[in-house]
């Protein structure tokens, strides 16, 4: 009786500290607003970077030619090949492989890490078939997505600001990271030019655009989690260059570096954080995204282990184990709908080193795993409302016009595969936007819309365009 009234205290702590009510997703939403206009002025202190990418038009349908992408992400990379047929016949062809990435190249060196990928392009270009043509006389093109934040001083070039997720490489951040895969390809004998260079949020904004025409920003919820929309150029006072003549730039916010007073940080949070490969940093990413919701689930279970012996009279040492608890795991314990909790129980058993577990405490572990999920939602959710509001498309115009519709496009394993997690984003977003404004609004699943719009901007951007 004691154990469960201490388990009883913990999870109404975690209940209360980890809430989100939809007035403080709103406050959140509006200092996430101000932060994007600190941004765009170019104030060093503003925690949204507000980057510019350089990419002042989206694919018009009209791309036309073979054309490569190669997408390095937080866990994986993929690389990818298309044949454009231009307005008519679109993608004509596609084909791709996915990589997984060595942890140890993740804290390795930059050469390693740029040497394996394009070892892995070069083997991937060698098994070009007959249906993809490259004219006579012409060298391949790829777009290159790098899921880091990048300063670009053009559509192909860029430096990198830091390393962000599970990757922590000496001496590139500062260098430009096209220029390290291009002498890299050329270890490798690859004949090849990156003719674009852009973060995956730009890519999946560029490839969701490319199916739909309303299409204005575009979401990530993969290991980390950025987004990218498109900006009126003369509201981007930073921008100093001439206005493009679309009058547009794609900006990547970097919102996965927002951090607020008004965000619900928790001891767990914070302890996580202080721990983590970048203190400090990326707040708002580690709340959200899936490299990390398994493991404040785990700090938590922790918790229950220690103060209510969730798991018996020893704590479990597996459970002390940081990131043993994935987010994939606790996507499958989250969604067990067995009358016994079954999967829950073998998961429990796998990863903590528990064999027998009380449906009870099944019940809080499927509580917890609960919790976390759903703040982390109801926060993206926020962040995806915060950039509706900056466009102006969170309501109905006051000039007695149409309410246009309005597309964002998300991708990540996160979005596609833990379908808690992505209906309460969903949920959450019409909560915001309110019925009449959420039925001219869609959330889709753009998948791998990064990696085809890499390819399309490489395309528009090509040295023979
Ligand atoms: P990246 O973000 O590295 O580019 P992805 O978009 O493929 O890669 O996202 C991979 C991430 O998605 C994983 O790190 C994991 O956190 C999350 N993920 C993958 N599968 C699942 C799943 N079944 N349930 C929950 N999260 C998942
Ligand atoms: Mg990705």
């Known amino acids: ?46 925690c949204l970077k507000m980057l510019i990418s350089y990419v002042d038009n989206l694919p018009t349908g009209d791309e036309h030619g073979l054309f490569y992408a190669l997408d390095l992400g937080g866990t994986n990379f993929r690389v990818l090949r298309v044949q454009l047929g231009g307005r008519e016949k679109r993608v004509v062809k596609q084909q791709y492989e996915e990589v997984s990435i060595p942890p140890h190249l993740m804290v390795g060196t930059s050469m390693e890490l740029f040497d394996f990928i394009a070892a892995a392009l070069a083997q991937f270009v060698d098994t070009e078939g007959e249906d993809f043509h490259l004219p006579e006389g012409r060298q391949r ?23 962000t997720k599970g990757f922590s490489i000496n001496g590139t951040v500062g260098e430009d990271v096209v220029a390290e895969l291009s ?15 852009v973060n995956d949020t730009v890519g999946t904004l560029a490839g969701g655009r490319y199916m739909d025409n309303d299409v204005v920003a575009a979401v990530i919820l993969g290991t980390g989690t950025n987004a990218a929309y498109v900006e009126h150029a003369n509201a981007i006072p930073k921008w100093t260059g001439l206005l493009p003549r679309s009058g547009n730039m794609v900006i990547n916010t970097e919102w996965g570096s927002f951090k607020s007073d008004k965000l619900p940080l928790s001891e767990y949070d914070k ?15 580690k709340m ?20 209510a012996s969730l798991f ?92 246009p519709r309005t597309a964002v496009a998300l991708d990540g394993g996160l979005y596609e595969h833990y379908k808690k997690f992505s209906s309460c984003v969903d949920s959450t977003l019409a909560d915001l936007l309110g019925e009449e404004v959420s039925s001219s609004v869609v959330a889709k699943l753009a998948n791998d819309g990064s990696g085809i719009g890499a390819a399309l901007l490489a395309a528009s951007h090509s040295q023979y365009a």
């Not at 996430?32 to 060093?44: K, N, T, Y």
């Not at 959200?288 to 398994?294: A, F, H, P, T």
């Not at 597996?318 to 129980?345: C, N, W, Y």
Request: hydrophobic content about 40%; proline content about 4%; charged content about 25%.
């Open 312 to 403: 018996g009279d020893v704590v479990p040492p597996k459970l002390e184990q940081p990131f043993v608890l994935r987010t994939p795991d606790m996507s499958a314990m989250h969604h067990d709908s067995s009358h016994d909790l079954k999967i829950l129980g073998a998961k429990l058993k796998d990863i903590v080193g528990v064999a027998d577990t009380s449906l009870e405490v099944r019940y809080i572990t499927r509580h917890i795993c609960d919790i976390v999920a759903e703040r982390g939602a109801r926060l993206a959710a926020a962040g995806i409302y915060s950039i509706l509001k900056k466009i102006g498309r969170d309501k109905v115009p006051s000039d007695g016009s149409k309410l």
């Open 141 to 163: 093109e790829l777009g290159f997505t790098f899921s880091f934040p990048v300063n670009q001083t053009s559509i192909s070039s860029g430096t990198l600001i830091k390393w």
């Open 271 to 285: 302890a996580m954080d202080f721990e983590s490969l970048n203190p400090g940093e990326q707040i708002y990413e």
């Open 288 to 307: 959200i995204s899936g490299m990390y919701l398994g493991e404040i689930v785990r700090r938590i279970l922790l918790k229950l282990a220690h103060d």
């Open 1 to 46: 009786a004691e154990r469960k009234r201490r388990a009883a205290a913990v999870i109404e702590e975690v209940e209360r500290n980890l809430a989100t009510p939809t007035a403080l997703l709103r406050s959140i939403a509006d200092a996430m607003v101000v932060e994007m206009e600190r941004g765009l002025r170019g104030d060093i202190h503003a």
């Open 183 to 197: 002498r890299a390809m050329e270890r490798q004998g690859l004949d090849m030019k990156v003719t674009a260079l």
